[in-house]
């Protein structure tokens, strides 16, 4: 609605006009209105589904997600579609459920503890081609109509590796120094064409107020974090890019805290 447009100088003024535009759209057209949208009547088409897709692992295959609406009057039923310019319409396939749960970067899925609690879809793109614009339909199908999110691509504008595995953070013996180490993670395609690199990032609290340091990338799988100081805490985590910096950096890894030795 153009409601949400309208930039309120003050924060009163702008309860004021909701509440004057909600009454005058309860009084036009007799719909309850609460947070300035008018509910689904059962006879309407579904919205267009709110799709994000990602590489975990490149360069081959990518994955779609969304999340169907929490309640939904008509059934949905949703038409998966994937072509490259002038190419054949290929299925973007449903997840397989045999397939291990994916380690699923929140912050990048729509709907995952999110607003819409609806039961979350997933579809896998294979056998893309390198530096490739592909067109994306996902549709929204119920038997009163139909939306769609279409979407242009390439694989390389959506690269998001998963996070590192299996973090380990030990205090080196006799130092105040702190050694890292990881492994790559597992569902990237292929390490030795496509490699990754790395940014460890360390947080603590001072007296209060609190620091942190983001080391630069770098390609190797360990790193030791010195000058730190006895008795203090530190909170440690990875993340994965591609080599060369495409799309987007994986996720934090879960934060390891550890105390380092008093003396
Ligand atoms: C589809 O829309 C028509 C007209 O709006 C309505 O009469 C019908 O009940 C709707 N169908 C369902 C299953 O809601
Ligand atoms: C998010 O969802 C996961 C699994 O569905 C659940 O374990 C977790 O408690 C949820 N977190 C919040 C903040 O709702
Ligand atoms: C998207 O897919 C739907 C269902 O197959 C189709 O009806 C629609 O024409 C497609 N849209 C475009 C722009 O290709
Ligand atoms: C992570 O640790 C587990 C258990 O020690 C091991 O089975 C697995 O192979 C490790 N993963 C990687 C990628 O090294």
Redesign the pocket.
């Known amino acids: 609605m153009y409601v949400q447009d309208y930039v309120c100088p003050r924060r009163c003024m702008c309860v004021l006009f909701w509440l004057c535009a909600c009454a005058m759209v309860t009084l036009l057209t007799g719909v309850l209105c609460s947070d300035g949208t008018v509910p689904t009547a059962p006879s309407d088409p579904p919205s267009p589904p709110e799709v994000r897709c990602w590489s975990p692992s490149y360069p081959f295959k990518a994955l779609c997600s969304w999340s169907e609406p929490p309640q939904t009057p008509l059934p949905i039923q949703y038409i998966t579609t994937y072509s490259m310019k002038g190419g054949e319409i290929q299925q973007c396939r449903p997840y397989p459920t045999s397939m291990p749960p994916l380690p699923s970067p929140e912050s990048s899925l729509p709907g995952v503890n999110g607003s819409s609690p609806g039961a979350r879809r997933l579809c896998v793109l294979e056998g893309l081609k390198l530096y490739t614009s592909y067109k994306l339909n996902i549709t929204a199908v119920n038997p009163n109509g139909s939306a769609s999110h279409l979407q242009t691509f390439t694989i390389e504008d959506i690269v998001k590796p998963d996070p590192p595995?299996?973090v380990t953070v030990r205090v080196v013996p006799g130092k105040w120094k702190l050694l890292v180490k990881w492994?790559?993670p597992?569902s990237w395609s292929d390490h030795t064409l496509f490699p990754l690199k790395y940014q460890v990032r360390y947080h603590w609290d001072n007296k209060g107020t609190p620091h942190e340091i983001t080391l630069d990338p770098f390609e190797d799988t360990k790193k030791v974090l010195p000058g730190l100081f006895p008795g203090r805490s530190y909170v440690v985590q990875v993340c994965s890019i591609e080599l060369m910096g495409l799309g987007q950096s994986s996720d934090w890894s879960l934060p390891i805290t550890i105390t380092m030795p008093a003396h």
Request: hydrophobic fraction near 40%; glycine fraction near 0%; avoid cysteine.
């Open positions: 595995v299996n492994a790559p597992p």
